[in-house]
């Protein structure tokens, strides 16, 4: 267990690390490029993406769990028709993006895109060694070459992206030029980590029975089945940002706006794409961290533990997401203007952050889910959301422009998420919490607002005509977020909403469980 235990929380850390990178180097590439350099980027990036996802992350998952189901002697026989059918997989899906590129960047809107999807295509040839390699450690339970892989791979793809970007546009290359070097980002990274567990796999070698015989066919459909329910929830973001990339530029551009213009538009709309991924950072951890304590409790007689740890992780992701999500909409000019140059579109990134409430509990509730063995209901449910994205594309983009497209986003999620408290409350019938909860939530809220809107107005009015505009903009930005953060934490911990014991079982609840003491103890005084 302490072996199990210490693995997990390698791979939980490499897994945040790896989404944090993911968020972050968004932020310089579009200030390199701008924002038609990130529409084009950001127009070609999901269809390389979720194929990964779904390969390195489900697919691993699948092998994994298939080999800790079955004896030794049949572990070379699944890693071989793994192999075999993921390759077979990706020589399709590369043949697609490839010889399809002028088909699918036409239906984009944008035949200059074409030349990324071929770049991107060549990624897509490297998942079968990736995805199986990360199956055969995990099902050991040898964590590190995963973590260190999951690393290596970000970091040495955004250093290219980042480096080659520079590179390509001090020269003056076209910025579609810098879009392919960003794709091959995705080849160099993931070649680094196929060596890199290649080298670890010649070291831990093991023998095997080569006389197992398992039928190929019962293989592929489980793994199939765990693999797409693993997935799942992390590939919906990723669905709907297809979607975009489809529906968006053609429909502003069908609309009136000039393609240049229409390019621009959605390069400022993709701009909610990282401070989503930050929002929902506590939901990705307590996915990782909770969830398969629920999982694991669940299978106990009695389920009083099982139900509690559900709750409090439902509790800690709205708490954070519901903050995240409130704090954004009260300082987004200025973040909007630190982080990418400009105020552009401001009102769409509120509406667009707003998805950090519901995939935080989207996130939550699948993966619990999925720990009681249902996987049917929520895919089903995540796929009626995506074609809600769609119809709201459709429908709201001429009319409201790229808020109609956040808009559209958040009504996908939100009908998949109360679908899934509906479906949630008839499979286990939990309260997650109290009305209580979500009054102190409110006033925590409102106080930050107040706060920080004032804050703002008493910094516009000293910093705006002493300092340049982004200048002025970092620091209200550096100094509104903790101020924001102080008011609404103090007031969750004195309401002790969630109490101290169960802030000791969240990574990193510690000094909040101090803060709480400290608070309700000077209240007695």
Do not use: C
Not at 25 to 50: C, E, K, S, T
């Amino acid at each position: 267990m302490k072996s199990f235990m210490k693995g997990a929380v390698l791979l939980t850390m490499a897994g945040l690390m790896v989404k944090i990178l993911s968020a972050v180097y968004r932020v310089p590439f579009q200030n390199l490029v701008g924002d038609q350099g990130f529409y084009i980027y950001q127009q070609v990036y999901p269809f390389i993406a979720i194929f990964g996802v779904w390969t390195s992350y489900g697919f691993a998952v699948a092998v994994s769990k298939l080999m800790a189901d079955h004896e030794v002697q049949h572990h070379r026989s699944i890693l071989r028709i793994a192999f075999g059918f993921i390759a077979m997989v990706s020589a399709v899906v590369f043949a697609w993006l490839f010889f399809g590129a002028d088909q699918l960047a036409r239906w984009m809107g944008d035949s200059q895109l074409s030349a990324l999807l071929r770049v991107g295509a060549f990624a897509v040839l490297l998942m079968p060694p990736l995805a199986v390699l990360k199956g055969y450690f995990q099902s050991r339970n040898d964590m590190a070459p995963v973590a260190y892989a999951q690393v290596s791979e970000q970091a040495i793809r955004i250093a290219v992206i980042l480096l080659g970007t520079w590179i390509v546009v001090t020269s003056g290359f076209s910025l579609y030029v810098a879009g392919q070097t960003a794709m091959f980002g995705a080849v160099a990274g993931e070649v680094a980590a196929v060596v890199l567990l290649v080298i670890y796999f010649r070291k831990r070698l093991f023998a095997a029975d080569e006389a197992s015989n398992l039928q190929k066919w019962p293989v592929i459909k489980q793994i199939m089945a765990v693999s797409l329910s693993v997935s799942m929830s992390s590939l919906i973001l990723l669905f709907f940002q297809l979607v975009d990339s489809f529906t968006v530029f053609r429909l502003l551009a069908d609309s009136g706006l000039d393609r240049l213009s229409a390019m621009e538009q959605k390069g400022i709309y993709d701009r909610g794409q990282p401070l989503v991924q930050f929002g929902i950072l506590t939901a990705t951890s307590l996915t990782l961290a909770i969830v398969p304590l629920v999982a694991h409790m669940s299978k106990k007689r009695g389920g009083r533990s099982a139900q509690l740890y559900a709750q409090l992780a439902f509790r800690i992701s709205f708490l954070f997401a519901f903050a995240s999500a409130v704090g954004l909409t009260v300082v987004m000019p200025y973040v909007n203007e630190t982080l990418f140059q400009t105020r552009e579109e401001s009102v769409a990134l509120i509406v667009f952050n707003w998805q950090i409430v519901w995939m935080s509990l989207l996130l939550i509730m699948t993966a619990m889910l999925h720990g009681l063995g249902k996987v049917r209901v929520p895919a089903l449910l995540l796929t009626a959301g995506v074609l809600i994205k769609i119809a709201g594309n459709l429908l709201l983009v001429p009319v409201w422009g790229v808020t109609g497209a956040a808009a559209a986003g958040n009504a996908g999620l939100a009908l998949i998420v109360f679908s899934l408290l509906y479906y949630f409350k008839k499979v286990w019938p939990i309260r997650f919490a109290a009305g209580r909860y979500y009054g102190w939530l409110v006033l925590a809220a409102v106080a930050m607002s107040i706060t920080v809107i004032g804050w703002e107005l008493l910094a516009d009015w000293v910093l705006f005509d002493r300092f340049p505009s982004r200048i002025a903009a970092l620091l209200v930005t550096m100094t509104a977020i903790p101020l924001g953060a102080a008011v609404f934490l103090a007031i969750i911990a004195k309401s002790r909403i969630i109490t101290e014991k169960e802030w000791y079982i969240i990574p990193l609840g510690r000094k909040m469980a101090g803060l709480q003491l400290t608070i309700n103890r000077k209240k007695k005084r």
